[in-house]
Nanobody, 123 residues
Framework: QVQLVESGGGLVQAGGSLTLSCAAS????????MGWFRQSPGKEREFVAA????????YYADSVKGRFTISRDYEKNTLSLQMSGLKPEDTAVYYC????????????????WGQGTQVTVSS
């Protein structure tokens, strides 16, 4: 019902910036929270940031607060994640997700996921 496609991943040096995008289709998103999660080898998928599509309430993991900014574009049905001050520990596959949930940081609460985009931060 919802299709999510991430883009914008790549290789960046520590301290650098990168912006990820998630193109969404299939829903109006009026009832959805949309978020970004990431997963590194050997680790569980973890919450990065999320927003409520309509009200634009925003949530951030402590590890990225002040460095990452989540935003939305109604015209393009796009979710973005602006990342700055990147650290090697930010290296992961980043996933866009959507769900009709009020628990934005909980992986299991999301119903739809993109395929992921790789972000690699070199030291």
């Amino acid at each position: 019902q919802v299709q999510l496609v991430e883009s914008g991943g790549g290789l960046v040096q520590a301290g650098g910036s990168l912006t990820l995008s998630c193109a969404a289709s299939g829903r109006t998103f009026s009832r959805y929270i949309m978020g970004w999660f990431r997963q590194s080898p050997g680790k569980e998928r973890e919450f990065v940031a999320a927003l409520t599509w309509i009200s634009s309430g925003m949530y951030y993991a402590d590890s990225v607060k002040g460095r990452f900014t989540i935003s939305r574009d109604y015209e393009k049905n796009t979710l973005s994640l602006q990342m700055s001050g990147l650290k090697p520990e930010d290296t992961a596959v980043y996933y866009c997700a959507a769900g009709a949930t009020t628990l934005p940081s909980v992986v299991s609460e999301y119903n739809y996921w993109g395929q992921g985009t790789q972000v690699t931060v070199s030291s």
